[in-house]
């Protein structure tokens, strides 16, 4: 479930001012009311985000709380900076909500390592905007996406935005996920990041992977590093690119050891910002021998991984669970995930996890007797 929004963020919302450039003049005509000392003290681009994600730990500074005060006549600090239910209605992508997320992706190219407060399942909860009088009738022709942006925002802010809402509106995704998308601006997004085990008898196994990645930055994207760690190897690891109709990979090898590879995925034509592209290949030469498991770290905000497993005759399968990782150490169980069968005397396992952040790991570890199931 999506976190309740802030108040603030609803009455801005209502006033037309969630802009930042709209906010900052209204902020500013509201402090030299209170002590011409104040003017200019308005928060900055990032500061806003913040206090309006709902990720803000209590209250800001006692100025901040006298302007907005002044500014919202009848609310106090702390009740401006509580969570509500939002008004009905208030979920549409009307203009201004539009205007709001492209000053969303703008706060995110302008601010290196800015976080995103919420990367998670939205509400279920969130219904379409019903049609009305306004959206229909003879001759109305509706306004150009990105005529909803403010003057100042950059040609690359704009055509961010363009391209994450027309990819929204092409996958049919809930505005929800598509405003925590534009929160993620500055950053490489894996929209999908797709694993294949394919393991033979002798435990050799041909890994492959697929990331589909969305360029939510302002340069090009033209090369990915990975790396590649297997305990047990039957020679050195043979890498090949995956065709792809749009793009050629090349495998440039920048390290290897006895059981690790790191290499890097050259990208041509470069995936430019706002393009969504795939990256895959082929990994050979690892093997499972006694202790069968694969710990996949995350680099990049994951919107779906999927790791599918085959084990050929593999027989019964006496162990299988998974555990996510997160930033901070802690462990949870993922096993509520995972679903395996048999095929024959094959043994096939499937792990989904969504909404994964950088510098977590999802570890999946299973066990075959090599006898029949």
Partial sequence: MA???????????????QTYGTFRREYDKAAGSVDTELEGTAPSRAQLYRWLSGELKGLPYPYHCRV?????????????????????????????????????????????GFA?????????????????????????????????AAPEL?????????????????????????EQLAGLA????????????????DGRAAVSYRHELMNMSNRPLTKIVRELWFEHM????????????????????????????????QISPAIRPGEAGVVGYTCEGGQFLDDHYWREALRRYTRHLTIQLRHHGGGQLTV???????????????????????????????????????????????????EPA
């Fill in 3 to 17: 976190a309740q929004p802030v108040r603030l963020k609803l009455l801005l919302q209502q006033r037309h001012l």
């Fill in 154 to 178: 950059s040609s690359t802010t704009r055509e961010l935005g363009q391209r994450l809402l027309t990819l929204g509106k092409v996958r049919r995704l809930p505005a929800a996920e598509i």
């Fill in 116 to 148: 995103p407060a919420e990367w998670g399942a939205p509400d279920a909860g969130v219904q379409p905007r019903p049609a009305s009088h306004a959206d229909t009738g003879p001759g109305l022709l509706p306004a150009a996406v990105s005529s909803h």
């Fill in 68 to 112: 907005l005060e002044k500014l919202f006549p009848g609310w106090t600090a702390a009740q401006l900076f509580e969570h509500c239910d939002p008004q009905p209605g208030s979920t549409q992508s009307g203009p201004a909500e539009i205007a709001e997320f492209f000053e969303l992706i703008d706060t995110g190219l302008s601010q290196p």
């Fill in 186 to 201: 500055g950053n490489i997004v894996e929209l999908d990041l797709k694993i294949e085990f394919d393991i033979v008898g």
């Fill in 320 to 370: 299988c669970t998974a555990v996510e990782e997160h930033p901070d150490g802690s462990e949870n169980s993922a096993t509520e995930e995972l679903m395996w069968d048999y095929e024959g005397n094959d043994v096939v396992i499937t792990l989904t996890r969504d909404y994964l952040r950088p510098n977590q790991a999802v570890t999946l570890r299973w066990a075959v007797s090599n």
């Fill in 234 to 265: 039957t020679g050195p690891l043979v890498i090949t690119p995956a065709s792809d109709p749009q793009r050629r990979i090349a495998i440039q090898r920048m390290h290897d050891t006895a059981t690790l590879a790191t290499f890097a995925c």
